[in-house]
């Protein structure tokens, strides 16, 4: 299996930054395309971020400028810097990452549990 564990949560004032860390791990052959979504309360789970083996990046508009995705490929760990955050950004943002293990002919997607970003005055 592989396992994301996504970490860098919390509350912040409006304005302000939090870095997310999601790091992968588990019997890994290879990684292909890793990306961060997010769900608010009522509404259905969107894209933030992604970002290719070739680290090309796509952004939601609703992010771009404000956002940066990156990935450290010898740790198997994408990031998501967030700045500028505003209330509608609050939400639980989700890791996920293409993935093959050793046995595997085809990736397989995979989900961190989530961390919760609030932001509030």
């Known amino acids: 299996q592989v396992r994301l564990v996504e970490s860098g949560g919390g509350l912040v004032q409006p304005g302000g930054s939090l870095r997310l860390s999601c790091a992968a791990s588990?019997?890994?052959?290879?990684?292909?395309?890793m990306g961060w979504y997010r769900q608010a309360p009522g509404k259905q789970r969107e894209l933030v971020a992604l970002?290719?083996?070739?680290?090309?990046?796509n952004y939601a508009d609703s992010v771009k400028g404000r956002f940066t995705i990156s990935r450290d490929n010898a740790k198997n760990t994408v990031y998501l810097q967030m700045n500028s955050l505003k209330p509608e950004d609050t939400a639980v943002y989700y890791c996920?990452?293409?993935?093959?293990?050793?046995?595997?002919?085809?990736?397989?997607?995979?989900w961190g549990q989530g961390t919760q970003v609030s932001v509030s005055s």
């Open positions: 970002i290719t083996t070739g680290i090309s990046t």
């Open positions: 588990g019997s890994i052959f290879r990684i292909g395309t």
């Open positions: 996920n990452c293409n993935a093959r293990r050793s046995w595997d002919t085809i990736d397989y997607s995979y």
